[in-house]
C-alpha cells in the first residue's frame, strides 16, 4: 500500500463521522420543525408503535444526505428499510430518523436522530445521535472517544462513577403485552443494588445518558439494531462495558421477533455487567 493510500485509509473514519454528524444534524433539523397540526400519526402494528409524518421526512433527509457523499454505500432505516446498491461499497448505515417517536408526538422532550457506519467486516465506525428538543449532539469515533456537544460546549465522555452512592438503572418496555408483563417481572430482581429506575422513551439516548454518566446502568430487551448502533458506540467509546445482540443482519433479512424480543442490549460500568440476563 501506498503512502497516499494509508493516509486516505487513516482518513476515511474521520469522514464518516463527519458525515454521520451532517445527515444526524439534516434529520434533527426536520424534527426541530415539529407542529402539532402535522403530526400525520399512524400505528405499525402494535399498539403503541406510532409512525408520523416526521419520522418519514426525517429518515428522508438523513438518506439524501448520504447517498448524495457515498452512493454505493448501503443504507438500513427503521422506515424505508435496506437499500442495496448495485455495485455496494461494504459500508454500511443503520438509521433510526426518530427514536422516541411516542415521546414526538407527546412533546416530551426525549428524542433524536441516530446515525451509525459499519465497516465492511460489520465494525461500528462512527455514531451520532442528535437531541434537537434536548439542545445536545452525542458521538463518537472507533478508538478516539465519545463527546457531548451543548451550548456551544463540547465535552469527553467517561460513563458514570463507579461505586456511587444512589445507582439509577434506566431501562424500556415491550409494545407486546406478553413481553411486556415478563420485563417488569424480571425488573425486581435486576434492579436489586439499584436506587431507582428511569424509563425515558428513547433507547439511543439512554445508551448516551449511561456515556455522559447520567445514568448509571442501562438494560434492554427487544431493540433493534437502528435503535442501538451508534448509542452503544457512543458509550463504548465513553469507556463503558456494552452488550450488543447478536442479530441476524438486516441484509440476511433479519432479525425475527423471536430473535430480537430475546436479546439484550446493556450498558454501564463494568462492575454492574453481571446484573443482567445472558
Not at 451508534?230 to 450488543?244: D, H, P
Request: hydrophobic share 45%; glycine share 12%; aromatic share 8%.
Amino acid at each position: 500500500m501506498t503512502a497516499n493510500a494509508l493516509d486516505r485509509t487513516a482518513e476515511l473514519p474521520a469522514a464518516l463521522l463527519e458525515l454521520a454528524q451532517r445527515a444526524a444534524a439534516a434529520g434533527a433539523a426536520v424534527l426541530a420543525g415539529r407542529n402539532a397540526a402535522e403530526l400525520g400519526v399512524s400505528n405499525k402494528g402494535e399498539s403503541g408503535d406510532w409512525v408520523t409524518a416526521f419520522d418519514l421526512a426525517a429518515e428522508t433527509a438523513v438518506r439524501n444526505v448520504i447517498t448524495a457523499a457515498r452512493p454505493f454505500d448501503t443504507i438500513t432505516g427503521e422506515e424505508g428499510g435496506t437499500v442495496l446498491p448495485a455495485t455496494p461499497s461494504g459500508y454500511r448505515w443503520s438509521i433510526d430518523p426518530l427514536d422516541g417517536t411516542t415521546n414526538f408526538i407527546r412533546n416530551i422532550v426525549y428524542y433524536g436522530t441516530s446515525v451509525a457506519v459499519a465497516d465492511p467486516d460489520g465494525v461500528w465506525l462512527a455514531g451520532v445521535v442528535n437531541a434537537p428538543a434536548l439542545g445536545r449532539r452525542y458521538y463518537a469515533l472507533r478508538g478516539q472517544g465519545a463527546w457531548l456537544e451543548e451550548a456551544g460546549r463540547l465535552t469527553s465522555l467517561s460513563g458514570p462513577v463507579p461505586g456511587r452512592t444512589g445507582q439509577i438503572l434506566a431501562t424500556g418496555f415491550s409494545y407486546d403485552p406478553a413481553v411486556r408483563a415478563e420485563q417488569a417481572a424480571g425488573l425486581v430482581g435486576i434492579m436489586d443494588g439499584f436506587a431507582d429506575v428511569r424509563r425515558l422513551g428513547s433507547a439511543a439516548l439512554d445508551l448516551c445518558l449511561v456515556a455522559d454518566g447520567t445514568h448509571d446502568a442501562y438494560g434492554e430487551r427487544g431493540l433493534n439494531e437502528h435503535d442501538f448502533a451508534a448509542g452503544a458506540l457512543i458509550a463504548e467509546e465513553a469507556g463503558c462495558w456494552v452488550r450488543r445482540p447478536r442479530l441476524t443482519s438486516p441484509l440476511a433479512g433479519g432479525p425475527s421477533d423471536d430473535e430480537r424480543l430475546s436479546a439484550w442490549t446493556c450498558a454501564g460500568t463494568l462492575e454492574l455487567s453481571g446484573k443482567f440476563p445472558l
